[in-house]
């Protein structure tokens, strides 16, 4: 059995949002500036989605 990787960026980006995210409210993990990060990353990979790209 063998994963497709999508060569979407806009969802790679999601996928990674959602990973962060995940990690972050299990784990504690928390960076400076984390806040701001992760809106940019949500804001770039929701305008690639709509886009298509």
């Not at 063998?2 to 999601?14: A, D, E, H």
């Not at 949002?17 to 990353?41: E, H, K, Y």
Request: without cysteine; positive net charge.
């Amino acid at each position: 059995m063998r994963m497709k990787v999508t060569k979407n960026l806009g969802m790679l980006l999601l996928g990674a949002w959602l990973i962060i995210t995940g990690l972050s409210q299990v784990v504690g993990f928390n960076m400076p500036g984390d806040g701001m990060i992760m809106a940019v990353l949500a804001a770039v990979a929701g305008v690639l989605i709509i886009l298509g790209r």
